[in-house]
């Protein structure tokens, strides 16, 4: 009988068992190559973009530095309150006037400090300044910008004399009359 049983069992051709055994084999074969090649694609293109971020982080840091180094502390303003009232010196045609009001410019916080414990030695040098202005010499804009640059250069003279340093940045005008 088990001779029986083998003759109703079916057997594999040489060919079917070549096609059986071949067949699954190329198939999950390229399988695992389209597999292997798609994570190292992915593994490529991840390390791409990690690489290209990094730097441009690294680009941008610094440049946010550099560009925080290059920005200026901010300007602090003193108003050498009242007002600078002076006779100018001219032809005798009249009493002429000048009232002008300034403000010192620093960056410094401790200039600032500085400039306000001198104000009164910053006021009665800009007076004497201004009293010595003739009317012709601040009638146009290049004698007020003049007298300007020369009102900062006794500022910074006098700062420079008492505390070591020039501490006013910049004088400005914010009113300027004359009669």
Same mark, same amino acid.
């Given at each position: 009988?088990?001779?029986?049983?083998? %003759?109703?069992?079916?057997?594999?051709?040489?060919?079917?068992?070549? %096609? !059986?055994?071949?067949?699954? =084999?190329?198939?999950?074969?390229?399988?695992? /190559?389209?597999? #292997?090649?798609? #994570?190292?694609?992915?593994?490529?293109?991840?390390?791409?973009?990690?690489?290209?971020?990094?730097?441009?982080?690294?680009?941008?840091?610094?440049?946010?530095?550099?560009? %925080?180094?290059?920005?200026?502390?901010? +300007?602090?303003?003193?108003?050498?309150?009242?007002?600078?009232?002076?006779?100018?010196?001219?032809?005798?045609?009249?009493? *002429?006037?000048?009232?002008?009001?300034?403000?010192? /410019?620093? *960056?410094?916080?401790?200039?600032?400090?500085?400039? =306000?414990?001198?104000?009164?030695? #910053?006021?009665?040098?800009?007076?004497?300044?201004?009293?010595? /202005?003739?009317?012709?010499? #601040?009638?146009?804009?290049?004698?007020?910008? %003049?007298? =300007?640059?020369? +009102?900062? +250069?006794?500022?910074?003279?006098?700062?420079?004399?008492?505390?070591?340093?020039?501490?006013? !940045? !910049?004088?400005?005008?914010?009113?300027? /009359?004359?009669?």
């Amino acid at each position: 009988m088990a001779a029986a049983a083998d %003759k109703n069992r079916k057997t594999d051709t040489p060919k079917e068992k070549e %096609k !059986d055994s071949t067949t699954p =084999q190329p198939k999950r074969s390229m399988l695992m /190559v389209a597999l #292997i090649a798609l #994570i190292a694609a992915a593994a490529a293109g991840g390390g791409m973009w990690y690489f290209t971020q990094h730097q441009a982080g690294d680009g941008t840091a610094a440049k946010a530095a550099t560009a %925080k180094a290059a920005m200026p502390a901010p +300007a602090q303003y003193f108003a050498l309150d009242p007002a600078f009232v002076v006779n100018l010196n001219g032809p005798l045609d009249g009493p *002429r006037y000048l009232q002008v009001e300034v403000q010192l /410019v620093t *960056r410094d916080p401790q200039a600032l400090t500085a400039l =306000q414990t001198h104000a009164p030695a #910053i006021r009665a040098r800009l007076l004497m300044l201004f009293s010595q /202005v003739e009317p012709a010499q #601040i009638a146009d804009r290049a004698g007020k910008e %003049k007298l =300007q640059q020369s +009102a900062l +250069a006794e500022v910074q003279k006098l700062m420079t004399t008492e505390t070591g340093s020039k501490t006013a !940045d !910049d004088l400005l005008f914010t009113s300027f /009359v004359t009669q």
